[in-house]
């Protein structure tokens, strides 16, 4: 059996706002997401800035029965799971429960909890520890709860890879729905920002700035000093197109390929070499049957990272010598390095291809990449056929084609 994919629904918990319409709104406004942190001190840190979600209430998604239970980073799954599937038109009762799943990506899981956990375990011991932290601790805690929460009986997957987490899970899901193991399936993924988690990214010179310059998150510029981080979750309605055609439902767009690969490298850095790069590239548009000249535009994972842009700068210069090189965009400049940041760059992607319109790359003022960067303003034009690229440090690569519904 092989089905078609197509995404029907979309939930958004994000720097540029709740829910598709103002995330859309924001995203092609080219109004950026990143400010100065507000939820937590940072005056300990080198760096300040980070793309946060505010102005999100939980309770406007999620019973109090649960949302009790749940730690930061699950109620924004599952608030984007319970929108992903009011947007689809989907109420999951009945029979449908069974043939409806999650498949979520994320690189860190919940740190706020890890860390509380972990701080009253070995300071005050183990009958200290509050009974509820110990579940929210685990990387499936998200999923689990977004699952209990709609009363999902399907596929229940967690994928960590770092920062291709959320589209090697979107890849899965689609892969699950083709083959016949499931009607739909909500993939994507979510990461949230922690005093911990900050420490650690600034420890390792993760973070902008890395030299004297100012501290900006600036995809595919010349003068990119790191990334800035943030935080989110998005998840997409992926269903068969049998079952959405079933319902009459409304189509975004269709998923048509992806493209998994790796390289050898150290497990904290980057390849020299982009051809794992270019190898997942070319497997989703083999997939996907079409080639470098077909595709419009491309979502890049750039984010302002010294050796992350440029491996993935000249994969992309790689593959698409020759073509017409399609519309390339970061929209990290925008959000911040939110690590299972896939499932938010997934549902831009399908708003591009839906409504004809290509985010601007914000940070960006002197392109290194050779290709055509949309820069300071949206670009109306039509997009067929869109690619969304994943590079994970330690070399792990994925990308998700997705198409227009003909």
Not at 206 to 229: H, I, K, T, W
Request: proline share 6%.
């Amino acid at each position: 059996m092989s089905r078609r994919v197509v995404v029907t629904g979309m939930g958004l918990v994000t720097p540029l706002g709740i829910g598709r319409t103002d995330f859309a709104n924001t995203l092609f406004g080219g109004i950026g997401g990143i400010r100065p942190i507000e939820g937590f001190d940072t005056t300990p840190f080198k760096s300040h800035l980070a793309g946060e979600v505010r102005h999100f209430s939980p309770m406007d998604f999620i019973s109090s029965r649960t949302l009790r239970r749940m730690d930061r980073l699950s109620q924004m799954v599952t608030a984007s799971a319970c929108m992903a599937l009011d947007d689809a038109g989907i109420d999951p009762d009945g029979s449908k429960r069974n043939r409806i799943g999650i498949a979520m990506g994320t690189a860190f899981g919940a740190t706020d909890v890890a860390t509380q956990y972990a701080g009253t375990l070995f300071t005050e011991g183990p009958r200290r520890v509050n009974p509820i932290l110990v579940p929210n601790t685990v990387m499936n805690a998200p999923a689990g709860h977004a699952a209990i929460e709609l009363g999902l009986r399907g596929i229940n997957t967690t994928v960590n890879h770092r920062e291709a987490s959320a589209e090697t899970a979107i890849a899965y899901a689609a892969s699950q729905i083709r083959q016949g193991r499931a009607d739909v399936v909500l993939a994507g993924g979510g990461d949230i920002l922690s005093p911990f988690f900050f420490t650690m990214l600034e420890r390792f010179m993760a973070l902008s700035p890395q030299n004297d310059a100012d501290e900006q998150a600036r995809p595919f510029d010349r003068n990119r000093n790191g990334p800035v981080a943030g935080e989110g979750a998005g998840l997409l309605c992926l269903e068969s197109l049998e079952s959405a055609r079933s319902r009459r439902a409304a189509i975004y767009c269709e998923i048509t390929g992806w493209g998994l690969s790796g390289a050898p490298a150290p497990a904290n850095d980057w390849p020299d070499d982009p051809a794992g790069q270019v190898l997942s590239l070319q497997k989703a548009m083999a997939m996907a049957g079409v080639g470098p000249a077909d595709i419009d535009t491309v979502s890049a994972a750039a984010s302002g990272g010294v050796r992350s842009d440029r491996l993935e700068a000249r994969a992309l210069e790689q593959c698409f010598k020759g073509v017409q090189p399609p519309a390339v965009t970061a929209v990290k400049g925008a959000t911040g390095e939110n690590f299972a940041s896939g499932g938010i760059r997934a549902a831009a992607m399908a708003l591009s291809i839906h409504g004809g319109i290509v985010p601007p790359t914000l940070g960006l003022a002197s392109p290194m990449i050779a290709l055509d960067v949309v820069k300071t303003a949206a670009r109306e034009m039509t997009v067929n056929h869109g690619l969304v690229n994943a590079c994970a440090s330690g070399g792990t690569f994925a990308t998700l084609l997705f198409s227009k519904h003909i």
